[in-house]
């Protein structure tokens, strides 16, 4: 859904959501704003990830009905292509998780999951603005948040985290500032 009747009623979503009580280790869960800010985007059209955010039913109906379990937001069904490095991502992603909290398993998942989009990694989530991704970072993956030193784009610092370890290097250049790609990776984001 593009056009002027998104954003209010994402806004709209992401309230009703927030509202709810969560339940359990959920209510306080230093992600649960931002898994609202995800499960708000997807319901209003935004995002590439398939109603269940990549986690599977079960795992989604948990974390809808420990995190919003007033809500009824019926998520929009679409199907994404899986990608043959989802296991390969979300394996970096855990490697470096914070382990301050238990749903760090779902944003690596969900993270994993929304790397298939065609967009910037902000907008295949479903989220507002890319502060909200750098957010979810910092949160749950400290130590990949403080290696993108350049603030390069993070869907392709996570490839580039993930193609290094496997000995994988694409950059025609030995550094990025040298690079005829680097505002590709770095420019700004729309």
């Avoid at 994404?80 to 944003?107: C, G, N, Y």
């Avoid at 910037?120 to 993956?141: K, P, V």
């Avoid at 950059?171 to 990025?176: D, I, K, L, N, Y």
Wanted: glycine share 8%.
């Amino acid at each position: 859904m593009n056009g002027p009747d998104r954003l209010p009623r994402r806004a709209l979503l992401l309230a009703e959501l927030l509202a709810t009580p969560a339940v359990g280790l959920a209510a306080g869960d230093p992600n649960r704003s931002l898994l609202a800010s995800i499960v708000a985007g997807q319901a209003a059209g935004d995002g590439c990830l398939p109603g269940h955010l990549g986690l599977g039913e079960a795992a989604c109906s948990h974390l809808h009905h420990a995190y919003f379990p007033a809500c009824d937001i019926q998520p929009e069904q679409r199907e994404i292509e899986a990608i043959p490095e989802w296991e390969d991502l979300r394996k970096l992603l855990l490697d470096h998780r914070a382990r301050q909290a238990p749903s760090e398993l779902l944003v690596a998942n969900i993270l994993a999951t929304a790397c298939a989009g065609r967009d910037h990694l902000w907008q295949d989530l479903g989220f507002a603005s890319r502060e909200e991704l750098t957010r979810l970072m910092w949160l749950n993956f400290p130590e990949l948040a403080r290696a993108n030193t350049g603030d390069m784009k993070w869907k392709k610092f996570l490839y580039r985290q993930f193609c290094s370890r496997e000995g994988i290097y694409v950059c025609p250049a030995p550094s990025c500032g040298v690079c005829q790609d680097y505002a590709k990776c770095f420019g700004p984001e729309n």
